[in-house]
C-alpha cells in the first residue's frame, strides 16, 4: 500500500503564511507530476498547484503571486508555501500524484492524501 500524507494544515490570520507538506509512504514511489488541489463547502475540488518531475509549474489565477509549490525528489515530498492567505483560501487541501512508478513499476490512476484543513480568519 502506497498513502500520500499531509501534515501542516491549520489556522491563520489573514494576510499570514502557512507551509503544506504531502510525502508518499514509500521510498520507492515517483510522480511525474504532483500537486495541490482543494475544496471549499459546496463547491467543486479544484486546482491550486502542480509541479512535474522536470521542474515546470502551473498555478491557478486565484493563487498566482502568493502560492509557491516544491518539490524534493529524495524525500519523496511536495510543499506548498502559502503567502498573503486570504478568507477564501478557506478550504481543505488535497495531495495529488499522478504517472505513479512504484518501484520502476507504473500504477494506474491518481494518488491523494487525506486532506488538511486551512482556514483563514478576518
Known amino acids: 500500500q502506497v498513502q500520500l500524507v499531509e501534515a501542516g494544515g491549520g489556522l491563520v490570520q489573514a494576510g499570514g503564511s502557512l507551509t503544506l507538506s504531502c510525502a508518499a509512504s514509500?521510498?520507492?514511489?515517483?510522480?511525474?507530476?504532483m500537486g495541490w488541489y482543494r475544496q471549499a463547502p459546496g463547491k467543486q475540488r479544484e486546482l491550486v498547484a502542480t509541479?512535474?518531475?522536470?521542474?515546470?509549474?502551473n498555478y491557478a489565477d486565484s493563487v498566482k503571486g502568493r502560492f509557491t509549490i516544491s518539490r524534493d525528489n529524495a524525500k519523496n515530498t511536495v510543499y506548498l508555501h502559502m503567502n498573503s492567505l486570504k478568507p477564501e483560501d478557506t478550504a481543505v487541501y488535497y495531495c495529488?500524484?499522478?504517472?505513479?512508478?512504484?518501484?520502476?513499476?507504473?500504477?494506474?490512476?491518481?494518488?491523494w492524501g487525506q486532506g488538511t484543513q486551512v482556514t483563514v480568519s478576518t
Open positions: 495529488n500524484a499522478d504517472g505513479v512508478s512504484i518501484a520502476t513499476i507504473p500504477v494506474m490512476g491518481n494518488f
Open positions: 509541479m512535474s518531475s522536470r521542474g515546470s509549474t
Open positions: 514509500t521510498s520507492f514511489f515517483s510522480a511525474n507530476v
